[in-house]
């Protein structure tokens, strides 16, 4: 059975670190690459940060280059991303999402983060 369980989210004053933590199961990890998303209320969902499957290549959406770090641990089946300098406009709901293509798509239930003092 596929899972993917997001932890990490809460609340942080303006500033403040996060990390959150994405656990894949159910799937070969390895093969595939990760994202993570986000979705404000009234707003849609938008890709924050990517990683390959080998882990080589990364990526991130403007608003968060130089303040968050995608990663992952293949032996733990595990992807992460670092949140650093948060501000209140990083409120959102934070997803984790595996991809192999366009067949193979996974979602996490998403965790809160919330960005205030």
Avoid: H
């Avoid at 093969?31 to 990526?59: D, H, M, N």
């Amino acid at each position: 059975q596929v899972q993917l369980v997001e932890s990490g989210g809460g609340l942080v004053q303006p500033g403040g670190s996060l990390r959150l933590s994405c656990a894949a199961s159910g799937f070969t990890f390895r093969f595939y690459a990760a994202r993570w998303y986000r979705q404000a209320p009234g707003k849609e969902r938008e890709l924050v940060a990517g990683i390959s499957s080998a882990g080589g290549v990364t990526t991130y959406a403007d608003s968060v280059k130089g303040r968050f770090t995608i990663s992952r641990d293949t032996a733990k089946n595990r992807v992460y991303l670092q949140m650093n300098s948060l501000k209140p406009e990083d409120t959102a709901v934070y997803y984790c999402n595996l991809r192999n293509g366009p067949l193979y798509v996974y979602w996490g239930q998403g965790t809160q983060v919330t960005v205030s003092s």
